[in-house]
């Protein structure tokens, strides 16, 4: 390798695999360079979350990033880690400095079927992560009285004024906000993505019912799309299609996948949560953060595996699935090396792929797919997490690695 990749590492469980991983299925087949920074939450802590504003920092400066999931702390995390404040999610301070948006896709494996037998290919989905309900402005309003919508220039005089509605009764009434940049960035962040995916991409909104806000999202992207991207998606083959939001949801569960599905914050939110249980199990999940001028941050879908966490500091073994942890690595690897023009790099992380994959294939597996797992004449065999990884190693080898 050449250029480092930025190493985020992170918490409990996933943080246990993550150096195992390392150990296990990476340093002894390359010459892995890396800038580490330790986004554990007690080095957050004693940084004052410096550490993660400088990862984000580091992210942006070289272009690649992997990342190990984090804890978001609650107040619980607070007590349990004696902490000088809730630190704000790192995800969340990260796709800020970075301006990205998140492609969560599942991975898909022989043996573990889809809830929706006609999906055969994975179903990415882009979810626009700034605005909407999310930073909304709400109100509790009394029977009588009325909210407007007032709209004032920068000295604060009133320039528009709606009314929203006139109580008669007692009710609640909710301002959302959009920026033409974010859903600009979001536009490309998309586009980007199917180009390096090649893959075909769906919209949907309700522009019929919302005629300024959600219109608007819909003329960014087919602009965008006409000046900047038409001809690329041409030539690659790929198509980019708008239709109503229920029509997208309806078309999605008639497609056989293989589509990345844009939604909007909320539909985002929801649909991912949805497509994501419907392709089996979380353990399965990739993710990743790219940002318009194109860096990129991979990670798992997961979190840290809190209650496989404290089994193992007692001292009991764990079987925690590391399959998205590895392709957030496998991911960072294939960027590197296109973005280097090494190609030995870019065949290591496609092996490593493929032997993690022939091993759940060979019936070898993490507890949370022996369930779903089905497949002519093999019999599933449950593996601890260390044990998982020894034997991808073993297919790792025997593809001359
Ligand atoms: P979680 O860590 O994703 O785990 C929820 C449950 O899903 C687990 O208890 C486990 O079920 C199952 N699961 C998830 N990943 C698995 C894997 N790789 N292998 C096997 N089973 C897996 O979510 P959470 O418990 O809500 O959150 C825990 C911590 O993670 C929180 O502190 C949260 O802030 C953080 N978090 C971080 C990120 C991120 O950094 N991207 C994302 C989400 C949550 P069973 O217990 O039934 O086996
Ligand atoms: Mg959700």
Redesign the pocket.
């Known amino acids: 390798m050449s250029t480092p990749i930025v190493e985020m590492d992170?918490?409990?469980m996933?943080r246990v695999l993550w150096a195992w991983i390392k150990e296990i299925l990476i340093e002894p087949y390359i010459n892995l360079k890396t800038e580490y920074y330790d986004l554990g939450l007690p080095e957050r802590d004693r940084t004052c979350d410096g550490v993660t504003v400088a990862a984000a920092e580091a992210a942006k400066r070289l272009g690649v990033a992997v990342?190990c999931?984090?804890?978001?702390p609650?107040a619980q995390?607070v007590e349990e880690y004696n902490l000088k404040e809730m630190w704000k999610?790192?995800?969340g301070t990260i796709r800020r400095i970075l301006d990205g948006t998140v492609f969560r896709s599942p991975i898909l494996v022989k043996g573990i079927t889809p809830y929706v037998p006609g999906w055969k290919k994975p179903i990415a989905i882009a979810r626009h992560a700034y605005g909407d309900i999310y930073n909304a402005v709400e109100s509790r309003v009394e029977g009588g009285n009325s909210a407007y919508l007032v709209i004032c220039d920068g000295e604060g005089r009133e320039l528009e004024r709606k009314l929203v509605h006139k109580f008669s009764s007692d009710g609640v009434v909710q301002g959302v906000h959009n920026t033409d940049q974010s859903v600009s960035a979001f536009a490309r962040s998309c586009f980007n993505y199917a180009l390096s995916n090649k893959t075909d991409v769906w919209f949907g909104a309700k522009d019929t019912i919302s005629k300024i806000y959600d219109h608007r999202f819909k003329d960014i992207f087919a602009e965008i799309y006409q000046n900047e991207y038409r001809a690329a998606f041409e030539s690659a083959g790929i198509s980019y299609t708008y239709t109503l939001i229920d029509d997208v949801v309806a078309r999605i569960m008639r497609s056989e996948g293989g589509i990345l599905w844009v939604c909007k914050n909320y539909d985002g939110d929801v649909m991912s949560d949805m497509v994501a249980t419907a392709f089996g199990?979380?353990?399965m999940m990739s993710?990743v953060l790219v940002s318009p001028d194109g860096k990129y941050e991979f990670?798992?879908?997961?979190?840290?595996?809190?209650?496989?966490y404290y089994k193992h500091i007692k001292g009991e073994e764990t079987?925690?699935?590391?399959?998205?942890?590895i392709w957030a690595w496998t991911g960072a690897l294939k960027k590197r090396g296109e973005l280097d023009g090494n190609r030995k790099l870019i065949t290591f992380a496609q092996n490593l792929e493929s032997a993690t994959l022939k091993t759940i294939e060979s019936g070898y597996m993490?507890?949370?797919l022996v369930p779903t797992f089905s497949l002519a004449g093999v019999t599933p065999q449950k593996l601890t997490s260390r044990g998982f990884l020894l034997k991808i190693a073993e297919n790792l080898a025997a593809c001359g690695y």
């Open positions: 992170g918490d409990e996933t990342k999931a984090t804890i978001t609650n995390r999610s790192p995800n199990s979380l353990g993710s990670e798992a879908a997961h979190g840290t595996v809190t209650r496989h079987s925690t699935n590391p399959v998205a942890t993490t507890g949370d």
